[in-house]
């Protein structure tokens, strides 16, 4: 039976270098999307539907789950799992991106953990019949609005990213994107001819205001549990649809009188996140420039394989998924770096169950994985140990074995 979820607060403090013994993604998110037990967790058994999708999604799940079983057996946790087809894989089998039954039963489960979708494959397929439209079905179908995406540089990753040392250390944000509104379903849409007959293509970037004020609403909640900082992302000085989200965010704004708000235009945003991202602690945006935003941010961490999201909504189980694509060039290959994916669990046992011990099991699990220095190719420097995704996944295993992490090497 599906999950009644709540968007609550929960914990306190942003993570620092100096914290990553103990290192939480609860700490920079602050936000937890929880089942009606998820307070204390009561129920030790739970369904979770996966959805492997396409490219090196496979390859990535497979680790995660062996992952979650593991961390979920040393507290006493029970899952049943149930793969289904999404994207392109769906495409392959049934025609469709989104299969009814692929639906269906990710409503029923407890929580829902997705590898990746796409491929150049289906790059050519009509909209409706392309991977990413299936994605799109799903959240909307799921009615998870709120997508929380951290970018926090890891201590031992600092010199992996390609901004200097000293522009990267230290970086520890969250990008808190609306995820069902927005360009990407407004209508309408399409295709036409103008007055001189030419090819048109056509989108809407329409909001109403109750979806402003929820996702506004869930951002100054998690800026109250870091610095009190948000940043309210738009382009307010074009785009009318902006300007009503700015008008709202301010509205919203009197609610929190703790936070403080600032306002950036978008242009600005993904300048002022290459050259000073330090400045930033907690984002809010729409749907395409939180799209945009957070993959920008997640490269001044070092690699997109790293970081996790969570997609929560007001009730049904929540969405959690590496932010990285399908990677169509190295699937199959054992390159993948299934860190993202392994952290996308933690937080599905965080957000989505409320079993927080476990989450920190694997949680701690990947930072004493990197402290023994084994790499994938995208992380991989001088020193370290470069290994394919199978084998990091076995390191992170023993790793959930060892409890605490050691000091970094």
Not at 80 to 101: I, K, R, S
Not at 330 to 341: E, L, M, R, V, W
Not at 362 to 368: C, G, H, S
Request: aromatic residues 6%.
């Amino acid at each position: 039976m599906a999950a009644s979820v709540q968007l609550q607060l929960l914990h306190a403090g942003p993570v620092r270098a100096s914290q990553f013994r103990s290192f939480s993604l609860a700490r920079p998110t602050s936000l937890s999307c929880t089942c009606s037990a998820a307070a204390t967790p009561s129920k030790r058994s739970y369904t979770i539907t996966l959805l492997p999708g396409d490219g090196i999604g496979p390859e990535v799940i497979s680790v995660a789950k062996d992952v979650l079983v593991h961390a979920g057996s040393l507290q006493g946790i029970k899952f049943e799992f149930q793969e289904m087809l999404l994207g392109g894989a769906a495409l392959d089998a049934t025609g469709v991106p989104l299969p009814e039954v692929t639906l269906s039963v990710a409503k029923q489960s407890d929580a829902v953990l997705l590898g990746a979708i796409g491929g150049y494959k289906w790059d050519k397929n009509e909209k409706h019949l392309k991977p990413e439209t299936g994605l799109l079905q799903l959240r909307k179908g799921l009615q998870v609005f709120a997508n929380l995406r951290p970018a926090t540089v890891f201590p031992q990753l600092v010199d992996a990213s390609t901004l200097k040392r000293e522009v990267a250390e230290g970086v520890d944000l969250m990008v808190v994107r609306e995820l069902t509104g927005g360009i990407y379903f407004g209508k309408p849409r399409g295709f036409g001819t103008n007055e001189n007959g030419e090819e048109t293509g056509f989108n809407t970037e329409i909001y109403a205001a109750h979806e402003i004020d929820r996702i506004a609403r869930v951002a100054f909640k998690i800026a109250q549990k870091r610095h009190g900082k948000l940043c309210s992302v738009d382009k307010a000085n074009v785009l009318e649809a902006s300007m009503l989200w700015r008008k709202r965010v301010l509205e919203i704004a009197q609610e929190y009188p703790d936070v403080e708000l600032s306002h950036m235009y978008v242009d600005n945003a993904s300048m002022q996140l290459i050259r000073y991202p330090k400045q930033f602690d907690t984002i809010v945006t729409n749907n395409i420039f939180g799209d945009i935003l957070s993959d920008e941010a997640s490269m001044i961490t070092g690699s997109i394989g790293m970081l996790p999201s969570a997609s929560l909504g007001d009730s049904g189980p929540g969405l959690f998924e590496p932010i990285h694509g399908s990677a169509p060039d190295i699937a199959g290959q054992d390159k993948a770096n299934p860190f993202a994916t392994v952290l996308s669990a933690a937080m599905l046992l965080r957000y989505g169950l409320g079993e927080d011990k476990a989450a920190e099991i694997i949680e701690n699990a990947v930072l004493e994985t990197l402290n023994r220095g084994f790499r994938t190719a995208d992380i991989y420097s001088a020193g370290t140990k470069l290994v394919g995704c199978k084998q990091l996944g076995e390191e992170i295993l023993k790793s959930v074995e060892s409890g605490v992490p050691t000091a970094a090497v």
